[in-house]
T-cell receptor, first 113, second 112 residues
């Protein structure tokens, strides 16, 4: 247990479904991140929240919609996904100072069918 | 855009062997971090190097930051099966705040 909890661990969804990924941290960190990890590709930054405010949207398609209701929780709402969106979705948090690094969750393995 | 290239992409060795993996960029970073990711888990921070030329040791792992702060290496002595995983380097750019740029990773397999 790293201190960042992601649920569910695995998710299979159809292209017309709507689902949400959840991330929770009680480390007192100010920043939270969503990353996509696909096979044979580097980690792709999707969204960044600092103090609940979105500070980065890395040209992510609108079928991915983030939500950060407070500094401890982060959601990724999914709708009308494509098979190429199948990947490991990682949530991370940091205290706002890069020197301490990111604390990652275990990820949600998403399969779009 | 700052890019980090890691080499080799894949490495398969026998237990007890030594190895070195590399992280290179044409950009200068204020610091660099190394993470290890085991199957089914998220990456875990191993070390942060900050000063050009800095060397840090973590048991059998030795990390070095290049003098020009553009590259880094990770050397593992007498690899063990527990070292198996994906090794990621991540750089913090100047004026990038808390944003990190990740390399593509080196996938290491240590066979018994």
């Amino acid at each position: 247990e790293t201190g960042v909890t992601q649920t569910p661990r695995h998710l299979v969804m159809g292209m017309t479904n709507k689902k949400s990924l959840k991330c929770e941290q009680h480390l007192g960190h100010n920043a939270m991140y969503w990353y996509k990890q696909s096979a044979k590709k580097p980690l792709e930054l999707m969204f960044v929240y600092n103090f609940k405010e979105q500070t980065e949207n890395n040209s992510v398609p609108s079928r991915f919609s983030p939500e950060c209701p407070n500094s401890s929780h982060l959601f990724l709402h999914l709708h009308t996904l494509q098979p190429e969106d199948s990947a490991l979705y990682l949530c991370a948090s940091s205290p706002g100072d890069w020197e301490y690094g990111y604390t990652f969750g275990s990820g949600t393995r998403l399969t779009v069918v | 855009t700052q890019l980090l290239e890691q080499s080799p992409q894949f490495l398969s060795i026998q237990e007890g062997e030594n190895l070195t993996v590399y992280c290179n960029s044409s950009s200068v970073f204020s610091s660099l971090q190394w993470y290890r990711q085991e199957p089914g888990e998220g990456p875990v921070l191993l070390v942060t190097v900050v000063t050009g030329g800095e060397v840090k040791k973590l048991k059998r792992l030795t990390f070095q930051f290049g003098d020009a702060r553009k590259d880094s290496s990770l050397h593992i002595t007498a690899a063990q099966t527990g070292d198996t995983g994906l090794y990621l380097c991540a750089g913090a750019g100047y004026n990038a705040g808390n944003m990190l740029t990740f390399g593509g990773g080196t996938r290491l397999m240590v066979k018994p």
